[in-house]
């Protein structure tokens, strides 16, 4: 069975303007699925659209919408009446490299605004309509540094445990309901976000292609997967060491990337 025959016509995707966000996008499109796109920056949506639409004769919905805004739920309802979303793809996030003391606060708590909070909503918001339909799948966005508390990384590896944890309890719940939860964790990735994040990618760099079809491969089959061997290596690991071990092994990984990246 195919994607749109198993979950439905419409896929809703946050990020959408970039990385893994547009990938999920040109992905469902291949597959004829009509979207929602997801994302503050209108003029790429657009963009996007206008390819997709051109190139596969799908529907698509740009809808240019802040996530950490109080009420973004209800802006975001205006785009979505009366369509069924069968796929959303929690992919909208940010990050951020330094130490924690030498934060923005006001960057930080907008950042778990937009890591945990929104996904949160939108989950609880079209999950509902799932439920109904007996179909559907949602995907959250970790990370492999989601698997232990990273120095340097300190909020954003706090915000990527969150997404996993959610996701893994959610596939739980959510399967008698033939709803299908992955929480997908990517290690460092060829996109803008780690421009963003001031960060490096090290030593094995994956690309936006390779994540999504890591987790169109695992979806349906098991609540969490990581993508690439070398990020399977360093989850795994996580789990052998003590406390103290793992976040000083983190924080030292974390530390020469962040170093390499500066120079």
């Known amino acids: 069975m195919g994607i749109k025959e198993k979950y439905g016509n419409w896929a809703l995707v946050t990020g959408a303007s970039s990385g893994i966000g547009e990938e999920f996008a040109r992905r469902f499109a291949l597959n004829g699925m009509n979207l929602i ?9 657009e963009k996007l659209s206008e390819e997709l639409c051109n190139k596969y004769k799908i529907k698509v919905i740009v809808a240019p919408i802040d996530l950490t805004a109080e009420n973004f739920i ?8 009366g369509i069924e979303i069968g796929i959303l793809i929690n992919n909208a996030g940010f990050g951020s490299n330094g130490e924690f003391i030498d ?5 930080e708590a907008e ?7 929104a996904p949160t909503i939108l989950t609880h918001h079209f999950v509902k309509q799932m439920v109904e339909r007996r179909k559907g ?37 959510l399967k008698k309901y033939n709803i299908d939860v992955l929480s997908l964790n990517p290690g460092g990735t060829a996109t803008e976000f780690q421009r963003l994040a001031n960060s490096g990618t090290g030593p094995v760099q994956r690309t936006s292609a390779q994540v999504v079809t890591t987790a169109l491969n695992a979806l349906g089959k098991k609540p969490s997967v990581v993508d690439g061997l070398y990020n399977k290596v360093l989850a795994v ?3 052998f060491g003590s406390r103290k071990f793992v976040v000083t092994t983190a924080g030292f990984i974390a530390r020469s990337l962040y170093n390499k990246k500066k120079k």
Do not use: H
């Open 137 to 173: 799948a949602i995907i959250f966005l970790g990370s492999v540094v989601g698997f232990q508390p990273t120095p340097y990384l300190a909020t954003y590896s706090a915000t990527k445990a969150f997404n996993s944890f959610l996701g893994d309890a959610l596939w739980y719940e």
């Open 103 to 107: 934060a923005n606060p006001e960057k």
């Open 237 to 239: 690991s996580s789990r």
């Open 111 to 117: 950042m778990v605004k937009l890591n945990c909070i």
């Open 37 to 45: 796109l997801v994302a503050r920056r209108k003029e790429r949506l």
């Open 74 to 81: 209800e802006d975001l309802k205006k785009y979505t009446a």
